[in-house]
């Protein structure tokens, strides 16, 4: 069906930039991505060491509670301070 009206015919160099912006929207889309994903990487980093860290504080909690009982209270409110703030750091990175 020559001459047809369902499809209009575009020319070339309108193609050429539609291309282009087309082009440009998928590269940013790409540059957001990129950055989500390092994001995500960097959380899931600080939230290890984070972790990693508050499995050798409560080891250490433990050894001090044996050592010397009477001060429990004040480890564990240590600790638990220590614990608030890291995880402070790791939401302030996720909503930053």
């Known amino acids: 069906m020559s001459g047809s009206t369902l499809v209009?015919?575009?020319s070339g160099s309108a193609l050429t930039k539609a291309g282009r912006?087309?082009?440009?929207?998928l590269?940013?889309?790409e540059?957001?991505?990129?950055a989500y994903a390092a994001k995500v990487e960097a959380i899931g980093l600080v939230t290890a060491v984070g972790v990693r860290r508050l499995t050798r504080l409560?080891?250490?909690?433990?050894q001090c509670i044996k050592m010397s009982p009477l001060?429990?209270?004040r480890y564990e409110a240590l600790i638990n301070e220590a614990t608030l703030t890291?995880?402070?750091v790791?939401?302030?990175?996720?909503?930053s």
């Open 8 to 10: 209009p015919r575009v």
């Open 21 to 25: 912006e087309t082009n440009r929207q």
């Open 27 to 29: 590269a940013k889309i």
């Open 31 to 34: 540059q957001e991505a990129i």
């Open 58 to 62: 409560s080891e250490l909690e433990g």
């Open 71 to 73: 001060g429990e209270a």
């Open 86 to 88: 890291m995880r402070e």
């Open 90 to 95: 790791i939401s302030r990175m996720a909503r």
